[in-house]
């Protein structure tokens, strides 16, 4: 017989399947190349590199897809919990430049969950430590799960 996990050990397992499967599903994500570090109940950390595709006018990194790595995250740490939940809003401030080459992080990290809704703080940092971007996301659970759940 084997003893069940602890719930701290089952929940972050939830929460690393709910991240493959929600990122194995995302095209989007797939093909600016976000990459999946880690997750656990209500947090999340993604990577992305920049690459010459994504450079605006000015030649610098597109605010677009600096917002998407952290979208990306937010949405992997909201659904952590496998209950499907969707952005009703998000709000990003640009704070530095990001360039071709530059290694991104985005980590998001709940900051309040009730009911239904929910709010996250996610950084998005260069390789050497500096803050590129801070976004503030809002969701809302609606019906459905991101994974089965385990049969009984």
Same mark, same amino acid.
């Given at each position: 017989?084997? *003893?069940? #996990?602890?719930?701290?050990d089952?929940?972050?397992?939830l @929460?690393?399947?709910?991240?493959? @499967?929600?990122?194995? @599903?995302?095209?989007?994500?797939?093909?600016?190349?976000?990459r999946?570090?880690?997750?656990? #109940?209500?947090?999340?950390?993604?990577?992305m590199?920049?690459? #010459?595709?994504m450079?605006?006018g000015?030649q610098i990194?597109?605010g677009?897809?600096?917002? +998407?790595l952290a979208? +990306?995250?937010?949405?992997?740490?909201c659904?952590? =919990?496998?209950?499907?939940?969707?952005a +009703?809003?998000?709000?990003?401030?640009?704070v530095?430049?990001?360039?071709p080459?530059? *290694?991104l992080?985005?980590? @998001?990290? *709940? %900051? =309040? %969950? %009730?009911?239904r809704?929910?709010l996250y703080?996610?950084?998005?940092? %260069?390789?050497?430590?500096v803050v590129?971007? *801070?976004?503030r996301g809002?969701?809302?659970e609606?019906p459905g799960?991101?994974?089965p759940?385990?049969?009984?």
């Amino acid at each position: 017989m084997t *003893e069940d #996990p602890p719930a701290e050990d089952a929940a972050r397992e939830l @929460a690393q399947r709910c991240m493959r @499967a929600m990122l194995d @599903a995302d095209a989007a994500s797939a093909s600016l190349g976000i990459r999946a570090l880690w997750a656990a #109940p209500g947090q999340a950390e993604m990577a992305m590199t920049v690459t #010459p595709v994504m450079l605006n006018g000015h030649q610098i990194g597109h605010g677009g897809v600096v917002f +998407t790595l952290a979208d +990306t995250t937010f949405a992997v740490a909201c659904n952590s =919990y496998n209950r499907t939940t969707v952005a +009703t809003g998000c709000d990003i401030d640009f704070v530095a430049q990001v360039h071709p080459g530059d *290694e991104l992080r985005a980590v @998001a990290q *709940e %900051r =309040y %969950r %009730r009911g239904r809704s929910g709010l996250y703080d996610v950084t998005v940092r %260069r390789a050497d430590g500096v803050v590129v971007a *801070e976004m503030r996301g809002r969701c809302r659970e609606i019906p459905g799960v991101v994974v089965p759940e385990p049969e009984a």
